[in-house]
DNA sequence: GTATCTGCAAAACATTTGCAATTCT
DNA sequence: AGAATTGCAAATGTTTTGCAGATAC
């Protein structure tokens, strides 16, 4: 996604593209795992030395209310952060640490408590060993 | 469960059953939705006016160390624990707010990208509308 | 020139750590 | 008494908020 296309892709979502905005989503696409503030701060400060967490702050919560960026249930403290919007589950190897996104298969189903239920989001974390880790 | 059989229970998994302790696994097991530390924390202090929240981190830790309580990957900034140790999936319905636990069929499969992985732990977290809320 | 955006500093939370006082055996 | 536990206070880490200066249109 080259800048241009994302400059018009935040004006189509009602959002300004600042030049911070724009790296910021920027980093978000070309990210392969959904990074954290302090991700992609870490990232950017080498290339926008005078930029703040709190711009950062700023413009996922701006993407996230015009829902161009989910927030991301991974574990622990901080928040992640996806550009990914087609729903996907996450998986996470525990031994490389590398996160992979899969397709949810569309027949899954649950069993009786909530086969009633109207389900709207499915967020569904696994973690376990890849296949490059596994013929090791 | 009775204090008699928490204690017996804590016992058995090499944790001594001080009262405090006994208090946070009990109310745990008695919680229908898995509560924080803040949640713990107002309820048992009702009860115990001395408690503190450290004792109620502290406890905690242990069991997770010891196997005994899970950590919940909910959405949001605070941690959740969960003394329902079998696998299960979450429901949280966006109406009322009610959680709700369900059994995760063994059938579930996921596609390709993760198809040969080793999957180790299931974390499933559904939102949507409860059959209480879609009937009103 | 006015409205918006940035980024510093401080505040607000959640969690952890150090340690002295208390409790249990 | 000796070992473990509790709970206060302070430290740490993440996110939010207030606001003054900078930027954009």
Do not use: W
């Not at 950017?44 to 829902?67: A, G």
């Not at 622990?76 to 729903?87: A, P, Q, R, T, V």
């Amino acid at each position: 996604m080259t800048v241009e296309s994302i400059t018009d892709f935040l004006n189509a979502h009602d959002i300004k593209p600042s030049y911070q905005r724009i790296k910021v989503y920027e980093h978000l696409v070309h990210s392969i795992d959904h990074p954290s503030v302090e991700m992609i701060y870490r990232e950017l400060i080498k290339t926008i030395p005078t930029l703040s967490k709190t711009t950062i702050y700023n413009s996922l919560k701006t993407f996230v209310e015009k829902e161009i960026v989910k927030v991301v249930t991974i574990d622990g403290n901080e928040m992640h952060y996806d550009s990914l919007l087609e729903e996907h589950g996450h998986f996470r190897c525990k031994k490389c640490g590398k996160l992979f996104n899969f397709h949810i298969d569309d027949k899954i189903s649950f069993t009786e408590e909530v086969s009633n239920f109207q389900v709207e989001e499915r967020n569904i974390y696994l973690k376990g060993i890849c296949d490059q880790c596994i013929s090791k």
